[in-house]
């Protein structure tokens, strides 16, 4: 993974400035981090956010359970539509951020139990593809929508490095649903602290189906409200000092719980809208509120999610800028399934 890290960003940090090559080094410091990190914990794997994810729309909730993933996310901004309305703001040019990132989530036992810590580091590089041809040659192309000029793309190597720390409430004795806790965003797109508090897949239907070993199928809602305080970056360089955030979401899926109160699907569908007062500033200062909803989808070890602001006014044309989608596969979960058909395969040979 890092061989891929440096092949893509090797290029353009011949071509960065000071500051933006101390961000990326330090991006693939983490993730060199996270790489040995991967031979000391085999548990089953998930993924939180990584920046700017959260505030193009997509899921920002805690990870319920212990993680360890890696995988690809993009995230794409451009102050026209394709109807050629330009975006109110202070950013200019077309941003196409490509981020193979890693993330680790832990929960704790002992005297931190019910307490998890995430990090997650991203870098890769930033232009205009792939996001534009994901943009005009699919999305827009399938549902008939004019395409998306591109304006100067930026065209740099990103890194950012994401923290968390959360604490978790068990209901009743049961699983862990109420989390509140804080954390942090730092690199090249901009800084950020944050905090956060909410509910985690509260179960609010019967159980549908049972299954001794792959859990319970139920439907499932989720919220959380966040506060952040922002500072500049070198690829967005006025951006709001303070945000909100309220994201709800409902799920369909299958769950099992382990020993210590964790969640786990085996498999779900999550749909979640967002309102955000945003990150992004006209020139006289005001925020730019967005509206955007998210879709999720998750197998096993393969999860896939989208997000788009276009639910301004979605029967017509993108309302706003930004969109987004990762692919995240758990690679440990499945060397560990591997490792688990190995471990019950008959070991005794027939007797001669």
């Known amino acids: 993974m890092i061989l891929v890290i440096l092949a893509l960003g090797s290029d353009r940090l011949k071509k960065s400035d000071i500051g933006s090559s101390r961000w990326v080094k330090s991006g693939i410091v983490c993730v060199s981090i996270l790489l040995l990190i991967m031979g000391l914990d085999t548990r089953w794997a998930w993924s939180e956010t990584p920046a700017p994810s959260v505030h193009w729309g ?168 966040r506060v952040s305080y922002q500072d500049n970056g070198s690829a967005l360089h006025a951006v709001r000092q303070t945000a909100a955030l309220v994201q709800p979401a409902v799920a369909f899926g299958q769950y099992r719980r382990t020993e210590t109160g964790e969640t786990i699907p085996t498999w779900e569908i999550e749909f979640a809208l967002m309102w955000d007062s945003g990150i992004f500033v006209n020139t006289t200062g005001q925020s730019q509120k967005q509206f955007a909803w998210s879709l999720a989808a998750s197998a096993g070890p393969v999860r896939v999610e989208t997000w788009n602001d276009s639910m301004g006014n979605i029967a017509e044309r993108d309302y706003g800028p930004t969109y987004g989608a990762t692919l995240t596969l758990d690679v440990l979960r499945v060397w560990n399934y591997f490792h688990e058909v190995r471990s019950i395969a008959p070991t005794d040979s027939p007797a001669s």
């Open 58 to 225: 997509s899921m920002a909730f805690p990870d319920q359970y212990s993680t360890l993933t890696g995988g690809l996310t993009i995230n794409r901004f451009t102050p026209f539509d394709g109807l050629g309305n330009r975006y109110d703001s202070t950013v200019g040019n077309t941003l196409g951020f490509n981020l193979i990132t890693l993330s680790w989530t832990q929960h704790w036992g002992g005297n931190w139990k019910n307490w998890s810590t995430n990090l997650t580091a991203g870098v890769g590089p930033t232009g205009d593809e792939i996001t534009q041809y994901l943009q005009n040659n699919v999305v827009h192309q399938f549902r008939q929508l004019p395409p998306v000029p591109t304006t100067n793309p930026r065209k740099e190597t990103d890194a950012m490095i994401d923290g968390s720390v959360t604490r978790w409430v068990p209901l009743w004795g049961g699983p862990k649903l109420i989390f509140v806790g804080g954390g942090f965003s730092l690199g090249t797109l901009y800084q950020q602290g944050f905090l956060r508090a909410g509910v985690r897949r509260l179960q609010i239907t019967p159980t549908l189906y049972h299954h001794d070993t792959w859990g319970d199928v139920s439907v499932r809602v989720s919220a959380m409200g």
